[in-house]
């Protein structure tokens, strides 16, 4: 029986053939914190004993999660991180230097074929590129940065097939809300979501971005895309799962059929086609986050709202996933259709998607979101209602004043 490409990566690093079910102990190629649990891992890190981690160059920081800092406290740990990668060598990327998943990927400190952990529960999306890419706990990674290993069950692995083409204005963040609702919030507990097929092989590597982001919705431990024509800016060589490697299940989907999606609150299962909410009204648009912040989603935003603008009673806040994307955007005028429209900016990182500050709803106020999670609180307000969507529907959406499929907004209004 041969390997799936979960199997094959941890077994390369393992030095050793393993197969789901079994335990490894395997060699990191890189490491990942943020505010959120950075702070925690270089306390328990000392705690070890530790200096210095195994490989500086291999650890990254990141401010993004409370940046800039809302507190004095948080200030405090900000500080405590800077000191240390100043002090050790780590990476280190302040604040608004982007989100943490899009840096490791733009500035390469994962690649295919990679064995990557990061203090984040959205550290799979990693396996766009096709790395085997997991979020762990603070002390866990305390560990890693001391010794440069760690352990773990090769989980088994769900093989998603996808048929098909998807029709124009229908994009990945469609795709994988469906899928979400398909397979549940713990559909995939502790497996690695492997998704391949015809339809995956035209998306771009931030689509791809979007699909392995929200495998965390149904309990994946790692996702992993099919890497038939992706496009990375330096050679690589392609890895793929052997053709009789086995499944725990196969799930065979026609995209073809699929039209814009809505998570309703509280839950990212909770998907819906638009229809079902369309007309719901809309006090508040966010685009951003790790799953949708990326110069295509602006791309995506700034076609529906060129020339128009959004409506009195909403608010359209929008925060680029990295300065790079933020920079290439106001270089090719999207930020400045955005801002015309009525869209205020915040510094790229994550505190409106978490709640921990910047953008956080009044009691009772509907939010349209580009985010990865709905759940009861998840913005900050648990008296909040959350949907989630696409960036297009997100501008659609702040452009009309109620849930809208952006395929029906033409010229300001509503067919």
């Known amino acids: 029986m041969g390997l799936t490409l979960s199997e094959k990566i941890i077994s390369a690093h393992a030095g050793k ?21 950075g702070p925690l891992a270089v306390k328990a890190f000392r705690e070890m004993g530790g200096t210095r981690p195994w490989r500086p160059d291999r650890v990254s920081l990141v401010l993004d999660h409370a940046a800039p800092a809302p507190t004095e406290t948080i200030s405090n740990l900000h500080k ?6 100043r002090e050790t060598g780590c990476h280190f990327y302040d604040i608004g230097m982007g989100i943490c998943h899009q840096l ?66 229908t994009v990945a963040k469609d795709l ?5 609702g398909q397979v549940g919030g713990d559909g995939a507990n502790y497996q690695t979501v492997e998704f391949t097929g015809e339809a995956v092989r035209p998306m771009t590597l931030a689509s791809r971005m979007v699909l392995a982001n929200m495998a965390a919705e149904m309990g994946g431990k790692a996702a992993l895309v099919d890497m038939t024509d992706l496009e990375l800016p330096y050679p690589f060589e392609p890895l793929f799962p052997d053709p009789d490697a086995e499944y725990s299940q ?37 685009l951003g986050s790790c799953t949708n912040a990326r110069l295509e989603d602006l791309h995506a935003a700034a076609a529906v709202l060129k020339g128009k ?34 869209a205020a900016f915040l510094t790229s990182g994550c505190g409106p998607c978490v709640g921990s500050h910047l953008g956080v709803p009044g009691n ?35 452009l009309t004043g109620v849930i809208t499929d952006p395929a029906t907004v033409v010229d300001g209004e509503a067919l």
Do not use: C
């Open 176 to 180: 994988i809300l469906y899928l979400v």
């Open 104 to 169: 490791m990927v733009e500035n390469q400190h994962v690649r295919p074929g990679d064995l990557f952990l990061g203090a984040d529960s959205h550290t799979p999306t990693y396996g766009a590129l096709g790395a085997f890419a997991i979020g762990v706990g603070s002390t866990d990674m305390a560990a890693v940065m001391f010794t440069g290993k760690t352990w773990l069950k090769v989980p088994k692995t769900v093989k998603i097939v996808l048929h098909g083409r998807l029709r124009p204005g």
């Open 250 to 286: 196969t799930l065979e989907v026609d995209v073809s059929h699929l039209r814009p999606m809505i998570s309703r609150p509280h839950s990212p299962s909770d998907a819906v086609p638009i229809d079902e909410v369309a007309g719901q009204r809309v006090d508040y648009a966010f």
């Open 309 to 342: 603008r959004i409506a009195p009673t909403v608010r359209l806040l929008i925060a680029p996933a990295s300065k790079r994307i933020f920079n290439e955007a106001m270089r090719d005028g999207t930020l400045e259709t955005l801002s015309e429209a009525g």
């Open 80 to 85: 405590m991180l800077r000191d240390f990668a």
């Open 364 to 398: 009772g106020e509907v939010v349209i979101s580009s985010t990865n999670r709905n759940f009861k609180g998840r913005m900050g307000n648990p008296n909040a209602l959350i949907y989630l969507g696409s960036p297009a529907v997100v501008a659609a959406s702040a």
């Open 17 to 37: 053939t393993v197969r789901a079910g079994d335990i490894a102990i395997v060699d990191v190629d890189g490491v990942m914190a943020t505010d959120a649990g």
